[in-house]
């Protein structure tokens, strides 16, 4: 399995972004995809989750602004960020769960900053 995010950058607050990762080696009907953040001094979370079967979960600080989705046919995976706030500057990573294995990428940088 690997994973390759793109889409980070530099916005200003109240703009959007939109995350993808790009992964070889899915399989779509086991494998649960997401997103996390980690920002400087602090803990990787979970920001957005979608299972093999499409249902999702979001972290509560974006709920509302964030859609994930993922592509079976192309095997990726995106998050449509709205509305960014400053909080929300942090490296993103994309991950892939199959069982009790975990995947990451390389991660991208979302800077939001007036």
């Known amino acids: 399995v690997q994973l390759q995010a793109s889409g980070g950058g530099l916005v200003q607050p109240g703009e959007s972004l939109r995350l993808s990762c790009a992964a070889s080696g899915v399989i779509p009907s086991i494998d649960h995809m997401g997103w996390y953040r980690q920002a400087p001094g602090k803990q990787r979370e979970l920001v957005a989750r979608i299972t093999s079967g499409g249902s999702t979960n979001y972290a509560d600080s974006v709920k509302g602004r964030f859609t994930i989705s993922r592509d079976n046919a192309k095997g990726t995976v995106q998050l449509q960020m709205n509305s960014l706030k400053p909080e929300d500057t942090a490296v993103y990573y994309c991950?892939?769960?199959?069982?009790?294995?975990?995947?990451w990428g390389q991660g991208t940088q979302v800077t939001v900053s007036s």
């Open positions: 991950n892939l769960e199959r069982w009790s294995l975990d995947f």
